[in-house]
């Protein structure tokens, strides 16, 4: 067969696919029959890994080039959904690996030492590309996690902590968004105006909400005092930025400000596919933290309280990077401040015109 | 059509399940669309909450009968794991309501105040029936759950807090467990004496750790400090007794004895139903925490800080109740326990013809 | 509790919810566990079918309307995508079924005759809403669908067959699209080009294929042969409605075009909706299809050869409806008539603006 | 690092699983994007393949060895039930696949040419081993699956032909199974009688059938006397030999009685993994269908009409496959010759307790 005419054997190389499983356990009187399981379910999760690196490297690309633009936003968004599909599949897999029991794996857990799942380099590059920062980073064993990989690996996953992430890409494209203020609109103004209104019936509910103790409400109210002061911040910058640089925000205000506007606008055409953008982020998010407690709670079946291969103890470990880890929670927590369609200021009929079609735009 | 040859609309009285969801938003100048799937996906949950009772009663009633025995028990299995099925269910049916967005729900939202899913009695049974217990309750706002709950619902949920629960049940059966200890065997001791030798040789693991730095060394072995006194713990009554007083510990150290000798000699013919009792118990517990995650999710996305229908502030809420509301935690912890196939305690004869079946019993 | 406060009990009306599952098995000395398993998750069935209705409903008034347009085509879209999601669920709830073993179902089917799953109104409804024909139907025992049904609910469905469905508003709505002829650009004509280039390649490399036997080259270009025969039919309308009249194809030529069109420029702004519309409607078929599938398979599984409780024999009725039932396989047939990119007719500037946004239009 | 102590990298092999993706795209002015997908998902079929491939070996091991006892059938039952949740992850990871659109796919499809996944030799080795015969396999393009590999592909996939199979593995253990017939009870002639009770029963509700036309009617009770006459085949060896000759009946008159004894007993202790074990290999069995299925509709929506890289007519040809490539149908089947258990014959106490274990026996 020549060269340039593969067969499906060649072109997925097989033979080196399927010849990279070698039990550790060989060494034993008898190979422990689960280590299969074991090496393949993570070689195909390193597959994945690839995929997933391969796609937002794509889309990172799109951004940086400043060439992200009405058509092929579309084509980003349908490669943050495939990312998000693969995310799922991933955690389903780990039902899987539940069919290997506690005492199976104790049979060749020795074996593997010093190999972890924390050695992962693919994963603290896809950690690193999404836009997760070294100081936000949970250390491990009180040591960096570079610690545990080796020199050249600790060069490929630093690589990525020093060039633009998909955070970095998406807040920029965030503040170059048009449209916020001119001299017919300001965006700014109108809504902090609607937001008020309904916060101050928000408040009403608590105080006729006739379950609620004294206390309770009173719990409540001052959780409304927070969410007051929230919008505050949302408006006054030197507030906002002293927030920033404690990292409880990670997303510039205008950055923030041009996100909001997407969420409450939707549905003009123009912003339908930014609107999934945001979505598809936040999704993505969620399913890296699902995926850490699937993780975590299979740690816990499998080795309890004890340390796991790399020394990490497990469940808690990655039970405290779900929220820790996260790099899209501010655009989460943007729903804090959303406010009924039906409360959202109207936008000038020229602004409208420019979110919509060429096509059908009234002016042709 | 007569009474006793119902057709399938009569059967399953459609009438009243098809006719039971009135848009609250209807009062609105038009009804919100998507208020209709709001109501039908909670109507499916409670139906599925139904079910879940129906099996987890009847599991119960197994038990109590005393009439639990090796026919049966494979019955049991089967309803645990149909319970573990459709919690599965209920996670991925989640990924429909996300479906709605943020502000669609926004538009029906306040009229549902003060109606909460907080208030759902049957999910509260199936906590309480579980064997969760008042004192491990996560207050809200400071009240006790019975609190939001009309008069009827609050004797509804309160009578399964005071009656046999699903953890009491299992807790007797397997203090009830034979086989132990005898004149030949006494497996506390021979465990005792395995058990040793592995801990022992996990801690010259972590020594020659090269990756792990001499405090990363230190924090583990003071890990293994604490393994070994857990040790301790299983084998001095006092301690032990200690501990459940306190409430860290919730079952009896003859059951947790128990449990685990079923886990180490879960091939046996008689072992293995019970073991896969145990197991399915952990599934359980562990679907209700990823079913609780993704709710914390929903909330977060759906709501941002806000504070949900109910009063609750959602997110924070949900996700402290997943580690505090666990009622077969201290299963998943048995793992800390297990040792390896090879380092287990080799049975008497006698004893292992007993868990074995009559038909390949070597006295016949 | 007044009535415009209603608590979550009464807002999902969960008294008439789970007051209405009555056990057949009641008369017998003990009731069958399983049959309440088999009523709820029928009941969760109809809830689901009776969400899908909705959708469909309000996706057919948006057509028919002549309102639909470009801000609310994504609503479309999403409601569609929503359907598919839910038949997903319904797909993944059949194992919870397959808990219940055919012994177990057998203890009381014979209590649930003549009462059948092929009595679901809700279900036949849906059907004709997407557009399912009386005459694409395949007959039961010789006899219409609605012989199994009383006169109300035969009165039911055929109110669905009898106004527009679903394929009726996309064809029409199909029919409408503008852009595919003017002074510049005859679409067809551009199209036809391509397309025979592509093909005649296709036949170049079964013939250089060293695979085949010329048995199989012959096999494979008559196969070919019946190609250029299908876009023959295409192109001349004669032929073409000869095949609409004989049902072999269901849509009109002039739609059947301009769904190309869309498959084919999907990335211009303006298409990209009308390109996931098209998609979910395939989806939303072959979802149908998959349920059909599953059912059967666990009609075989449950009662293997037997008549079901309605009279049907299951499995081959089932099996037979996938490809007979379907409504919008004309479109994934479609893709048969598709090219790669790199061969696509390039499209005039100006057609190219009208397919893009006002904003970055560059006219302004 | 030393040999002996592989780090996370150097244990999975990643450099080659990690560097074994190269895309035939390349030659193009620019790589197609998705081609990485491709290439990675069919990897991960082929690295499941192998797993799926030694979970059988060791299963048709165990059996070969006449070593299947009473305590390893739990592990083969789980074996069997690792492979099932397998292959749903892989329907599943279908729907990745199809975010790739069928244009995407046209850009690189002519490069594969005339690699095809109809060449997966782990996919054959797979049917083969179940136990598909040549003599059961659908014709491609009128030529044998061998004809399409290279030669050493044929000789590995035609060992698995040569060997014993998991059909045949079954068979001959079904074979052996004692109890069925003893001086006290004969099943077959208990079963015999209560069989005829009940079918006699069904024949009388379809004649109360008020929905049934006299047609209908005439239909179902012809349907009946087949099922008559399936029974007569069950006890006449001589028509049982006459179908098993024609192929319409793959597995021995003994065998079938055996399984038949099992899933009608599957409450006794001891027939509780062994029906365990059947299910399994229907699941199996109706996995590989829904993939089958799964990837037809696939091929629909990428190529429609047109045949796929490897030269097959796609859709046609994995639809077809679907029945005729069932190698345990005959089990599913079975379900046709289940009665209710209060119709069971009761077992004489002395078999009950062989059926027993050891432990809860009266004579001890």
Redesign the interface.
Known sequence: ?QDD??????????N???????L?SEVLDKPV?DE??F??I???Y???F??II?EIL?VVEYFEDNSI???NI??VV?RL??IN??QK?TI??I??LE?M???DF??F??L???????????FRIIENLLGLKRTNRLKY???EYT??L?KD?KISVEKYENQKTLFDVVESWLERTPFLKDSEFNFWEAYKKSVTLMLD??VK??NK?????N??KK??ID??K??YE?YDLLFDSNKYNKLLKSGKIKISQKASLAALFI??Y?????L??PYKLLTKL?DID?SL??WR??HA?LA????????GT??S?GYNYLKKTMDKHSVFNDF???????????ALPVLPEKLK?????????KDN
Chains 1, 2, 3, 4 share one sequence.
């Open positions: 067969m005419k593969p067969s499906y054997k060649e072109y997925l190389q097989l080196k696919i399927l010849g990279s499983q070698k550790r029959h299969m399981l090496i393949i993570h070689q195909t390193e597959l994945w690839k995929q391969h794509s633009n009405e058509t579309n084509t349908l959904e495939r599909d693969i599949l389903k897999k039902e899987i069919s029991t506690p005492m104790l049979e857990r020795d593997l030492n010093p190999a972890s799942g924390f050695q992962s380099v693919q064993s009180k040591q610690k545990f080796s690996d019936n928000d509910l608590i909400n006739t379950y609620l103790s206390d309770g719990e409540q959780n409304y927070k969410i929230n969420m409450l939707r549905d003009e055409p123009l339908h596919a936040i969620h933290n699902s407690y699937s709670l816990k079946r499998m080795i309890g309280n004890k340390i790399g020394g103890s989460s927590n943007l729903s804090t401040y959303l406010i009924p369609k039906s015109n420019k979110l919509g079609y060429y096509f059908n735009n």
